[in-house]
């Protein structure tokens, strides 16, 4: 397999990006809008004392759940140490020779560990200028051996990120109405909640307005959480223009997953996100899917579903089914979701 860093690294310096690899529509003729940013949401407040802070950030973390689908984290408790050596461990995992990288070319979503480049290859038309690895972390922990002390330090990242995922999951519970372990509970989320780790590189390109890192898309789990090295490039859809995210430094970016508007009925919807590439440097994101157990159904709940004003707008699906169909496919805009619609 060829990766992008290996093209950009081929033969002195990449003057144009290959014909393979041109978006067919220009991604920058879509409306940009920079006067608007996603909602901050204060993490310490969810577990603070006061109960009147708890309230008002369970509201604002409803709101930002409805109105936008994304918002950054702040106060987190990850420490800054352990942000910045992940973020070191996944650029020496990509600048790891790739002979060495190849003992991890997986094929399909089943594979513990996979590393690879655009999304499935097998159906891309277009490539998309992006190299990733993707590891199952939970229930059952992988991680690749090299390069030395990665797998330690992506054990503890993605543990904390469960966490945060865990808390933040109460918390929308609750801004549903709902009893704050009631997502936890209904889906079984928990010893055996299902984690995949997803590790994108996006090397410098010559010609980044031709090009795509990864197309408009939602995610699959119940939560995402990101955090990128310090270079921008995700944008997410908001009433009809891409919204550039510059998240503050210590922050996560989170967005609601397709599980969760399912789950929601709709009530939260899974949002479309992108990635631009730059001409500057390579840009790293981190990215922990958090689901439910691989084998749970998961369907609208019945305390969200009212049969006459509110009919179930989703067929239920096993997590697994759902995953193994999206990571089989184009990676194309919500068209995994429809497939569930009632
Ligand atoms: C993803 C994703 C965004 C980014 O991996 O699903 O949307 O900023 N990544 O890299
Ligand atoms: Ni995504």
């Known amino acids: ?43 310490s407040l969810l577990t603070s004392a006061s109960l009147k802070q708890r309230s008002k950030v369970i509201h604002e973390l409803g709101t930002a759940c409805r109105e936008w689908g994304f918002f950054m984290v702040i106060n987190h408790g990850v420490k800054k140490t352990l942000r910045d050596e992940m973020i070191k461990a ?14 991890y070319a997986g094929k399909k979503f089943v594979d513990p560990i996979r590393w690879g480049t655009s999304f499935n290859t097998k159906v891309d038309k277009t490539y998309f200028w992006r190299d990733y690895l993707k590891v199952h972390v939970h229930p059952q922990f992988n991680a690749p051996q090299k390069p030395v002390g990665f797998s330690e330090i992506v054990e503890e990242y993605c543990k ?19 009893e704050e372990n009631y997502i936890q509970k209904t889906l079984n989320v928990g010893s055996n909640s299902h984690q995949l780790l997803v590790i994108n590189s996006y090397p410098a390109c010559p010609q980044p307005e031709l090009v795509m890192g990864l197309p408009p898309h939602s995610d699959h789990g119940l939560l995402t959480i990101i955090m990128q090295n310090d270079l921008g490039g995700l944008q997410v859809q908001h009433d009809g ?5 510059n998240p503050p430094p210590d922050s996560f970016v989170v967005n609601v997953g397709d599980q969760l508007e399912i789950l929601t009925n709709g009530i939260y919807k899974s949002i479309l996100h992108r990635a631009m590439v730059n001409s500057k440097a390579t840009r790293i994101s981190v990215g922990t899917a958090n689901g439910p157990p691989l084998d749970t159904v998961v369907s609208p709940a019945p305390e969200l579903v009212d049969r006459e004003n509110q009919p179930a707008r989703y067929r239920p699906i096993t997590y697994r089914q759902y995953v193994e169909f999206q990571q089989s496919n184009h990676l194309d805009g919500k068209s995994c979701l429809s497939h569930v619609f009632v």
């Not at 995992?93 to 002979?99: R, V």
């Not at 904390?160 to 709902?178: D, F």
């Not at 223009?241 to 995210?245: A, D, E, F, G, R």
């Open 160 to 178: 904390q990120n469960r966490e945060l995922a865990s808390e933040l999951l109460k918390g929308i519970s609750a801004s549903l109405g709902l």
């Open 90 to 103: 996944c650029q020496s995992f990509f600048d790891l020779p790739t002979e060495e990288k190849r003992d």
């Open 1 to 43: 397999m060829y990766c992008v860093k290996d093209l950009v690294e081929s033969g002195g310096s990449l003057q144009s990006v290959p014909s393979k690899y041109i978006f067919p529509e220009n991604p920058e003729d879509c409306i940009i809008s920079d006067a608007e940013t996603i909602p901050i949401i204060d993490f």
């Open 241 to 245: 223009k891409w919204v550039p995210v």
